[in-house]
């Protein structure tokens, strides 16, 4: 769905596309219009790719959240990524991941729910804000070594 320029999307947003999103064609790109989302992922039939929007149009606090539905529940073959709209731009930040703590490294432009190393589990989430110099990223996921970040754009097991 294309929004006018005027347009803002709604305030939450189901995320269950019907083709696998990847790197090259992303399920959504993200802009400022966004900002302020909760979108809700579904990867119970394919894989969801977020592309977070460029700084230079992002203002300082600009944020989005997104939580694994109730569908995406025990799936273990579709991936949910995040990616920054290029490589040069890092996400910083934490997730508590089965209870210990997991610290993005620099260089991270791609976090991801690997399904091929632990199930997905719905209500696993996670928020993104920037500063606008780069990305911070909190959230939760419950199975060990459910999440993968890469330096590069990289979703894939």
């Known amino acids: 769905y294309e929004f006018t320029e005027m347009e803002k999307p709604p305030m939450y947003w189901i995320l269950s596309p019907s083709a696998d999103g990847t790197t090259a064609v992303p399920t959504i790109k993200l802009d400022y219009r966004y900002d302020n989302r909760i979108f809700w992922i579904d990867i ?9 929007p460029p700084l230079a149009e992002s203002s300082i606090g600009t944020k989005f959240k997104f939580i ?26 934490f997730i508590s991941v089965a209870n210990t703590g997991m610290h993005l490294t620099a260089d991270t432009s791609s976090v991801y729910w690997d399904t091929s190393d632990a199930v997905a589990r719905a209500g696993d989430w996670c928020e993104l804000i920037t500063d606008g110099t780069a990305w911070y990223i909190t959230g939760r996921a419950v199975e060990a070594n459910a999440i993968d970040i890469a330096d590069g754009h990289d979703v894939t097991t």
């Open 68 to 93: 694994l539905n109730e569908d995406s529940e025990g799936e273990n073959s579709k991936n949910f990524g995040i990616i920054t709209d290029n490589t040069h731009t890092d996400i910083h930040g």
């Open 44 to 52: 119970s039939s394919y894989a969801v790719v977020v592309q977070l």
